[in-house]
């Protein structure tokens, strides 16, 4: 017996009432996408993609969907089975902080631009990621958007290229570093260690050689680096560097990439509007905290990070640290003496009396991992920056390991280069 009968469309509509991340499986982990969407896994595995007011054919099952928008929210999700027709599924993930509000931008400093610019467009609103900075491709056509803000960028989303420029060391040309430093872009790098830097020799031994942040004892020394990119996965080399009396913001980012971007961000308070400069300046200043979640504050008397206290001896300060959002256990203020004070999540406190220079940081940590790290407060006295001994040793026997390490990759060139770095660090030992 003949059968007409066609099957029954079913679709699903996802609506938030703003651009979110989607995700829509079923038991067997398979995922669903809109019509013209590109696969993407998380983390987790789990399937995603951006937008609102999507429509995706789905099978007649049980589905798991779920929304959600960067660090700054909470996520919301619902099960359901299809039924003919379409069926609306309306989720709006709740806010957990609103850091523009209080002048705080984030930004993914490190997005390669290996996808659609569509793509890149739709998840810099999908995940609120408020500025995105685009490494170049060889000869991409998107190279002519160097210092111009892309089509996509509004009041509260800001997408540049080579915004800011993760340097390779010895293979990076000096002039080209140069011009770009001109330019107002952010140098640094992007990648730095695979595993602990208890020690020199660790940190050495597993630094990342296709971004060879080694090298930022060298650059931080010479004022040739703004940043730091691994204050999280690397907290204690960084905290070396500023010890030993480098002034380098702590920024957040990775070179090998899985998962939606801006799953790890650098917040920058701006002065005033966001923009591009802006938000550089302020990066540059090390206005800045490095998470993977919460919203890590830092206060000293009432100066954030970044900021620069002329003390004299005997001096008390009052130091706070507050944070917001899921995933943290401890709260820490460290000085380069170490522990100030700590406590569980939410606010901490604690009065520094200044005797010699040193800094103040907070640390959000849990699981046994930092979660989030602010640059340091800095705290002069009689106009002597701090340059703790134990870290300008560490840092010195930092550079003869490094030395060791390339002596036969480079000319006598750059060895002068080193060369002065260590007379900066022997000479904050005077």
Known sequence: MRNDATPTSRTIRLRAGFPCRWSVWSADRRGWYPKGVSPARDLDGLPYFHGDDLVIEVPPERLTVRAARGMEYDRAETTLVPGDGETLVELAPRRIYDAAARGWYGGD???????????????????????????????????????????????????????????????????SLTKLRERGALIGYANAFRGPVETPEQLVGLGDPGFDARLSVVDAALGQVDSFSSAIGSARAYRRLIGAGNRIAAVAGAAHRLGPIGRERTYAHVAGPLTAESYAAAVRLGRTFATTGPFLELSADGHGPGSTLSLTPGARLRVTGRVIGPGVETVRLLTADGELTSGPPGEVAAELTVIWPTYVVAVAEGGGQVRAHTSP????????????????????RWLELLEDLIRDRVGAGYLAVVAEARRVYESRLA
Not at 114 to 127: I, K, L
Not at 145 to 159: C, E, F, Y
Not at 382 to 388: D, G, H, L, Q, W
């Open 109 to 175: 400093l490190h997005v390669r631009l290996n996808r659609p610019s569509q793509w890149v467009a739709d998840s810099q609103h999908g995940e609120d990621l408020h500025v995105v900075n685009l490494l170049p491709c060889d000869g991409d056509p998107m190279d002519c958007w160097t210092g111009r803000d892309l089509p996509w960028s509004d009041g509260t989303h800001v997408a540049r290229v080579d915004l800011a420029h993760h340097t390779l060391g010895i293979d990076d040309p000096g002039d």
């Open 377 to 396: 407060v800095y705290l002069d006295v009689e106009n002597r920056r701090v340059a703790r001994e134990e870290d300008v040793t560490f840092c010195l």
